[in-house]
């Protein structure tokens, strides 16, 4: 998504003669839209991390104590796809 935000930066060229190129810097930047977007991406890793071993954990400790742990375990495939979400927009977010 790097390449869709963000200012673009203009060319310029002189020709009477001697021909010179210069550039511009544009206002815009995409590095705080990258950071943001990595940052996300962390977030939703952590969150993933989290929903997929208390999904895990607090499910099999119930299904052996009482046989009650069913629905913990309906967090574990919110976690993988939280993973997946985070993986991908901390990979987008690489500088």
């Keep these: ?3 869709f935000v963000g200012g673009i930066a203009q060319l310029g060229e002189r020709l009477h003669g001697m021909q010179e190129v210069s550039g511009s810097i ?3 930047s995409t590095k705080e839209q990258c950071f943001a977007m990595h ?3 962390v977030i939703s890793v952590l969150l993933g991390l989290a929903f997929s071993i208390v999904g895990l ?3 099999f ?3 052996i ?3 009650t742990g069913e ?3 309906t967090l574990v ?3 993988f796809v939280f993973l997946l979400l985070g993986v991908t927009l901390t990979q987008l977010g690489k500088k």
């Design 1 to 3: 998504m790097r390449g």
């Design 57 to 59: 954990v607090v499910g």
């Design 65 to 67: 104590g009482s046989g």
């Design 39 to 41: 940052k996300l991406g």
């Design 77 to 79: 495939p919110f976690g």
């Design 71 to 73: 629905q913990w375990f």
């Design 26 to 28: 544009p206002l815009t």
């Design 61 to 63: 400790t119930l299904a």
